[in-house]
């Protein structure tokens, strides 16, 4: 008896083990925490009291519940930056595009599987400004038994790129949109939720990275910024680039990465030194003549047995507007593409879109800071509405009057957008989208403007990823440029940066039924306007169509 109970206890013990797609259920209680950065407090919005939140751990093909209990004064969303929701839009997260906003007191599970993906992801709030401190990793281990297309690392480390505002971000942007103008900037970057050492708080400490000589170890990055693109490097080590926006890539080696926010970039590093500290640092990337927190994050990098009072090896960050050293880490990304992990590039395009993205400028009364005027966003001169239903809803159960479906697939009025600006620099409001059918190839060229200023806007597409096959500066001539385009192995990402005063060009495939939001990842611009969705219809069969929306999904 006891035999056949030992091996009944352990067939028990292994059984998880060895069963793929397993459930895994998180409870993320959204609550103030009293939170103490550059020497001042204040009370700021997390997951379960942490800043940065939890790290989601899970497996390709796992199913993942997430249970939001909101708790605080603000509606609150959370988007799974990043997972394709196959079928699942419901949980993607975009308040008022595939849902209402979790009230306070309220809760929402947010159910879905994870299909075919694995890497580093994030999750970050989707409302207003709150995803500032509401935010943390999705790391997706691949199927038991799969190994890395890499050397396996003796350690894997979570390392997040944030701001910090000494304000309430709430407070930052509401005066913003009062004033027509631009917000103020973030008194300091973070890593890992730290900013390090600074001239006007010296006492306090940062990020440290206890590391073994001799080792292989591999960094989740991602920058959940709001509104900054960052360079990140390590004095005296070089970083072998494996994997961006949760898609292997061919590793290189580089000393620096540039990572805009939303992205991701898995990165191996050999702690080849024999002892020492070394300062890991995250320092702002633009090159437009636009405001930016121009202060380091700093972290150290710590070997076993050396002394705390050690001096720190110092690195020399890339200047602000060191485009070179950005586009030399950006030209270098090419997908895996191997047997296993094949690039499927769609060769054939069935909707060749234009959109430009770019700034504008509106009449506001109010705005008495901006003499009347607002600064706006669009892409192709369309400033978008937020609705006060969730467009996912009223197309799922037909309901008229939330959008429209004539999101224009071209500028609307050709100019030379990378020159002199237009004498009108005013756009059309509207809740728009563009519909295309199941299954249909897209190719997208995202045309950034002149008006205002050239900038670099990283656009983030919900629920698909995209193979980036082309960039260029100026504006885009399809007789010239197509010709080079890469359709063997480009990057596959979830987030693409539009280069100052360049274009991109990006194809995928439309096979992920419901309401896509896609948007500038720079989140003034996202409040601005700079955002618009895709409609995808259902295809043929349950398999090929959304799924209908579960009990609990939050009412307006």
């Known amino acids: 008896m006891d035999s056949w109970l030992q091996i009944l206890l352990l067939v028990a013990c292994i059984t998880p083990a060895v069963v793929e797609g397993r459930v895994r259920n998180y409870t993320f209680n959204v609550v103030m925490k009293n939170t103490t950065r550059l020497c001042s407090s204040k009370p700021i919005v997390t997951v379960n009291g942490m800043f940065p939140g939890p790290t989601l751990y899970a497996r390709e093909d796992d199913t993942v519940l997430v249970r939001v209990s909101n708790r605080v004064k603000y509606n609150v969303t959370i988007h799974w930056h990043g997972i394709r929701q196959l079928r699942t839009g419901w949980a993607d997260g975009p308040a008022y595009i595939t849902q209402c906003p979790i009230q306070p007191g309220q809760s929402y599970v947010y159910n879905f599987t994870i299909t075919g993906q694995r890497g580093t992801l994030l999750w970050h709030a989707h409302i207003l400004w709150l995803r500032a401190t509401l935010h943390g990793a999705i790391v997706i281990l691949p199927k038991r038994g799969v190994p890395y297309p890499f050397p396996k690392p003796h350690k894997e480390v979570v390392v997040v790129l944030g701001e910090w505002w000494k304000s309430d971000t709430e407070a930052v942007i509401s005066q913003a949109i ?65 994997e961006v926006d949760a898609t292997y890539v061919k590793p290189f080696k580089t000393n620096t990465i540039v990572i805009a926010p939303g992205q991701t970039t898995n990165a ?83 909707h060749s879109l234009l959109f430009t993205v770019g700034l504008g400028i509106n009449p506001c009364p109010s705005c008495k800071a901006g003499n009347g005027s607002r600064v706006v966003a669009s892409m192709n001169n369309v400033t978008f509405v937020m609705p006060t239903t969730a467009i996912l809803q009223a197309h799922f159960f037909n309901k008229s009057g939330v959008f429209t479906s004539d999101f224009p697939g071209n500028p609307p009025t050709i100019f030379n957008y990378t020159g002199s600006p237009p004498s009108n620099l005013r756009t059309t409001s509207g809740t728009k989208v563009y519909r295309l059918r199941y299954n249909s190839t897209v190719q997208l060229v995202l045309q950034d403007t002149g008006i205002i200023a050239p900038e670099n806007h990283p656009i983030h597409l919900h629920g698909f990823n ?52 896609m948007h500038c990842h720079l989140e003034i611009h996202t409040t601005w306007g700079l955002k618009m969705a895709f409609l995808v219809d259902n295809g043929k069969g349950p398999n090929e169509s959304l799924l209908p929306p579960p009990s609990d999904l939050p009412k307006c």
């Open 178 to 242: 009062k004033s027509g103008l631009a917000p103020n900037v973030s008194d300091a970057h973070t890593i890992n939720g730290h900013p390090g050492p600074s001239s006007n708080c010296p006492s306090q400490g940062g990020f440290t990275l206890p590391v073994e000589s001799g080792k292989k170890y591999m960094l989740r990055i991602i920058n959940a910024a709001l509104n900054e693109e960052l360079f990140f490097k390590i004095a005296g080590h070089q970083l072998t680039i494996v």
């Open 268 to 350: 191996l590093i050999s702690t080849d030194q024999n002892s020492g500290k070394y300062m890991v640092a995250a320092s702002p990337f633009m090159d437009s003549p636009i405001a930016v927190d121009n202060l380091t994050a700093t972290a150290t990098l710590h070997y076993s047995g050396t002394l705390a009072a050690t001096s720190t090896t110092l690195t020399k960050t890339p200047p602000q507007n060191a485009t070179a050293v950005a586009n030399n880490f950006v030209n270098s990304l090419r997908s895996l593409n191997s047997k296993r992990y094949p690039a499927k590039v769609p060769l054939t395009v069935d």
């Open 466 to 517: 995209f193979f980036a096959i082309g960039k260029g500066l100026g504006n885009y001539n399809p007789k010239v440029d197509q010709k080079n385009f890469n359709l063997v192995d480009p990057v596959e990402r979830n987030t693409i940066g539009v280069p100052s005063g360049g274009w991109v060009a990006i194809r995928f495939r439309a096979d992920n039924p419901g309401v896509w939001f």
